[in-house]
């Protein structure tokens, strides 16, 4: 079986999946509640975010709230296609193993 155009190694990650996921439905959300969300610590979904960010698939934004600078997250609208086409290709794996 031949691997479907559009998967995306960067997003297949479960967590990055996850991520892409919210922020498809959402405008942009907080970084704690993305680590909540994915059940994941802060050093990791920090180099997730890192690693969408690099490919141009999310924007990082830093803004003061309650006397604390919080990270805000949001998808990109290349981060919104790729995820769009990874889904179908791993629908396309999917139907693939049909029975």
């Avoid at 086409?85 to 629908?91: G, P, Q, S």
């Amino acid at each position: 079986m031949n691997i479907p155009d559009g998967f995306d190694a960067i997003l297949h990650p479960p967590a990055r999946l996850q991520i892409a996921a919210v922020l498809a439905q959402v405008q942009d959300v907080e970084f704690a509640r993305l680590t909540t969300i994915t059940g994941t610590s802060d050093s990791v979904m920090s180099k997730h975010l890192s690693a969408l960010a690099g490919a141009d698939y999310i924007k990082l934004r830093k803004a003061n709230s309650g006397g604390r600078q919080r990270t805000w997250v949001s998808l990109t609208r290349a981060g919104r296609k790729a995820l769009e086409r990874h889904v179908k290709a791993l629908e396309a794996l999917a139907a693939g193993l049909g029975g």
